[in-house]
């Protein structure tokens, strides 16, 4: 079931302010009054417990008051700040391993309003080789991680064997446009093990990121040769496990209005699997704790 945190929080706001501001501008200037009152009619007879009692409010409104800014805060953290996600799955590998709790920049593209996820600031654009975290295309209740490979206009050739070639996008205005260069892979002396399967790992380097990227040559549902031209306000986005990844190759293209933000630090590591977080006993990786690219 797809519980949306951004409505709830929204409303929860929404409803906690409208009963705190009756509660503060009607109901609680009438109970100061009656305090008075008490206070001049016993005089020092007036007790504390019974000031106390009169002052405060009833349960709506006094939980109201308590948790006002408390959705608050949570909503312009969660929405305009910094977001926490989890990796489920093993398509960011060797980056990203399954039991990996992340934090997300949620404004780094620019400010969207919670909700109705439109965008009223613009700050910047996504730069080849940020991962980065969007709502999936085909259905966006579902937040997919992937990295940015190809940028609007872009026309990449991604070969069988996983080398990846890009144009980028030039306007004709411009006389001397970028020249096409292939994607640096440097193959280290990792090996790393999926699905009982050793996975070569390679140095990769896009738009001058270095970062880490494996795959099983043969073994891919994926090895098909294609030439692909990004359309303008589209990102073509790839996972780092090459062929263990559905991502732009099988479903399309990321439009602008879907991206989330950027990953960029891992602040939880648990042991984990596909199947879920081991919990009992957990086993903290702290070698994976901290930034990442």
């Not at 409803?15 to 305090?35: N, Q, S």
């Not at 709790?101 to 080849?128: C, H, M, T, W």
């Not at 096409?180 to 009982?196: G, H, M, P």
């Not at 209005?257 to 081991?278: H, M, R, T």
């Amino acid at each position: 079931m797809h519980i949306d945190f951004a409505l709830i929080l929204v409303v929860g706001s929404i409803l906690t302010g409208v009963l705190y501001a009756i509660d503060k501008w009607k109901y609680e200037p009438e109970r100061v009054a009656l305090a008075e009152k008490l206070k001049t009619e016993l005089g020092d007879n007036a007790s504390d417990d019974q000031i106390e009692k009169i002052l405060k409010p009833n349960f709506w409104y006094d939980n109201a008051r308590a948790f006002f800014p408390v959705f608050v805060v949570v909503l312009v953290l969660r929405s305009f700040l910094i977001e926490p996600f989890r990796i489920p799955s093993g398509s960011m590998l060797p980056t990203l391993l399954i039991g990996d709790f992340i934090l997300v920049n949620k404004f780094a593209y620019g400010i969207k309003l919670p909700v109705i996820n439109k965008k009223i600031i613009d700050i910047s654009n996504p730069e080849r080789g940020d991962v980065v975290v969007f709502k999936y295309p085909n259905d966006e209740r579902i937040d997919y991680i992937k990295r940015v490979v190809g940028l609007p206009g872009d026309k990449l050739t991604i070969r069988a064997n996983g080398n990846i070639s890009i144009t980028p996008f030039c306007q004709e205005t411009v006389h001397s446009c970028p020249e096409s260069y292939a994607v640096q892979q440097e193959l280290t002396e990792d090996v790393f093990e999926y699905k009982s399967f050793p996975h070569a790992v390679f140095n990769e380097n896009l738009g001058g990121i270095t970062h880490l990227m494996m795959n099983a040559p043969g073994r891919s549902p994926l090895d098909i040769d294609r030439v692909i031209e990004v359309p303008t306000g589209h990102y073509f986005v790839m996972g780092d496990n090459r062929d263990h990844s559905a991502d732009s190759r099988v479903w399309g293209f990321v439009p602008e209005q879907n991206l989330v933000g950027k990953a960029f630090f891992i602040w939880l590591s648990l042991e984990a699997d596909e199947q879920g977080i081991n919990w009992l006993p957990p086993s903290i990786r702290f070698e994976q704790l901290g930034q990442f690219k």
